[in-house]
């Protein structure tokens, strides 16, 4: 039996209890408002964890890159897949049009004309028809067509495009007033004009608990939830009691009394900052802040603590952006009470393509 006092550091630990509890609350969360859940893969990337979210009552799976639908695909994990990032080129289009054949449903979202162009030809080479959604930017400046109007004006040309299936409209996060005003008006628009639109699929684990805010969704995207970090404590939505995923790290250096440096830097707890300062929350010493990073140095301020870390302690930290910190390591330590459980190898680490 290994003991989690036992790992050698950096490790990337998650606490089983806590991230089940956030698999379940979650799930009830949009069940009992009437929102499917397609949780987002690409916040832990191993296969097994997915299979625990579908358990659970998950519709299906988001996925960010083909790769990720590769690996979970292979790994037996849903039958209803989205892809919400732009498929663009003939070499992504044919392995895309090799796992529709393989899976009950696969769409992918779309938000111009040259994306759904090369869709509709990869379609019409190998007789299958492509489902997609039209991403909307409803404020957050990323992908997406910029006003409801922009959506039914793609969605007319796509349809007349052989071999392509609309299904709906998506956005990437929800944010009130904004998201509900962008698909009323939408809706509005594909009514008038005679277009069906079965999904409307809202994301984001900040805006999750208020998904219901927003009336028209069907289903919810969130993948963070599952570990939560820093960022989702900044918003409010998730406590430190709610954090499941803790980078163990050693001090390895006190060159000052109100300085340390621990053996985890940019490759293990990400410089993702997003709406945050510093790179890390220390549960032992949460008066500490951890103020720069190189790439295997964390550096952490002890001026505020009344207790300070000696040489050689181990310290746990919830880095800001979890999501990211997955795809920095082969493998996750489950660890319930003082015991490892598991260990779940990444499976879709770096499937960037």
Request: aromatic letters at 6%; proline letters at 5%; hydrophobic letters at 40%.
């Amino acid at each position: 039996m290994m003991l989690a006092n036992d790992l050698d550091t950096p490790a990337v630990t998650i606490r089983l209890d806590i991230m089940e509890d956030n698999i379940r609350r979650v799930q009830q969360h949009l069940d009992r408002h009437g929102i499917a859940n397609r949780p987002h893969i690409k916040t832990h990337k191993v296969p097994e964890l997915g299979k625990l979210q579908m358990q659970a009552g998950a519709i299906g799976i988001t996925c960010q890159k083909l790769g990720e639908v590769e690996v979970f695909t292979n790994a037996g994990v849903a039958d209803d897949v989205l892809l919400t990032f732009n498929v663009l080129g003939r070499a992504k289009t044919e392995r895309l049009m090799a796992l529709a054949a393989r899976v009950r449903r696969l769409a992918v979202v779309l938000d111009n004309e040259v994306v759904a162009r090369g869709l509709s030809e990869g379609g019409v080479r190998h007789g299958v028809d492509v489902r997609f959604l039209i991403e909307c930017d409803t404020g957050f400046g990323r992908n997406g067509v910029q006003t409801p109007d922009a959506a039914l004006d793609l969605a007319r040309v796509a349809l007349k495009l052989p071999r392509l299936a609309f299904e709906g409209l998506m956005t990437f996060p929800n944010r009130d007033p904004e998201t509900r005003e962008f698909f009323t008006r939408a809706l509005e628009l594909f009514k008038r004009a005679g277009i069906p639109v079965p999904v409307v699929s809202g994301g984001g684990t900040p805006s999750l608990f208020r998904a219901q805010e927003i009336p028209m969704l069907t289903e919810h995207r969130a993948g963070t939830y599952i570990f939560n970090d820093v960022m989702v404590v900044a918003s409010g939505t998730a406590t430190w009691d709610n954090c499941a995923m803790r980078v163990r790290a050693t001090v390895v250096s006190r060159p000052m009394s109100t300085r340390a440096v621990i053996d985890a830097g940019t490759k293990v707890l990400t410089s993702d900052q997003y709406t945050v300062k510093g790179y890390g929350h220390v549960l032992e010493y949460p008066e500490a802040a951890i103020t720069n990073l190189s790439e295997e140095h964390g550096i952490v301020d002890l001026s505020q603590c009344r207790e300070r870390p000696a040489v050689g302690d181990v310290v746990h930290v919830i880095p800001n952006h979890c999501c990211v910190v997955s795809n920095m390591v082969d493998e996750m330590y489950g660890v319930r009470g003082e015991r490892v459980e598991t260990v779940w190898p990444v499976a879709a680490r770096g499937t960037v393509r």
